[in-house]
């Protein structure tokens, strides 16, 4: 059987690392469980490279038994407008593999709108790249309790208190103003944010 890879991302900002705790944990968590003995990795902001300290950045750290590989790029918000509903019972994506296949074999189904939505047995789950947190009209914020990977920023927000977890089917989507996406790279305050109507 291949070993298993697996992907983490970190957040840099002018030459910092963000909040990257609790994903150094999950790398720890992921390692403990798959291969017994977990992988403890410490980083400083030493490695960020010296033209891209100025600059919001994506360090994608690669992963198995050991580390593989730790790149680092310039980080743009994508334009995600609009989304498309996808129904697939089976999917699983409970850590955060390198192999995307599934989901990249969504996505190339549904490429008429920005992002897809996955629906696992009639629950909203994920985008194929971030947790949702879906916006009622009285503004309180809702994400799905059957998430496909529980993010460390869906997390984060969970136990702060600013969002509570929900299922939501699809037909409870249009109760909903609209959907955050959020994930490593991106905040609620980033306001990526997809208007019901634009749900598809």
Known sequence: MTEPIFV???????????????????????????????????????????????????????????????????????NIQSLALVEHNTIEYSYKYKNRDKINELLRQHNECDDILIVKNSLVTDTSYSNVVFKDIDGKLYTPASTLLAGTKRQKLLDTGIIYKKEIRINDIKSYEGVYLINAMIDIEDNVFVNIDNIR
């Open 8 to 78: 983490e991302v970190l957040k840099v900002k002018n030459g910092t690392f963000i909040d990257i705790q609790d994903q150094l944990e999950r790398i720890y968590r992921t390692t403990l469980h798959f291969f017994s003995k977990p992988l403890i990795v410490n980083l400083t902001n030493n490695i960020i490279p010296i033209d891209l300290r100025n600059k919001l950045v994506k360090c994608r750290i690669v992963y198995a038994k050991e580390i593989i590989s730790i790149h680092f790029e310039t980080y743009k918000l994508r």
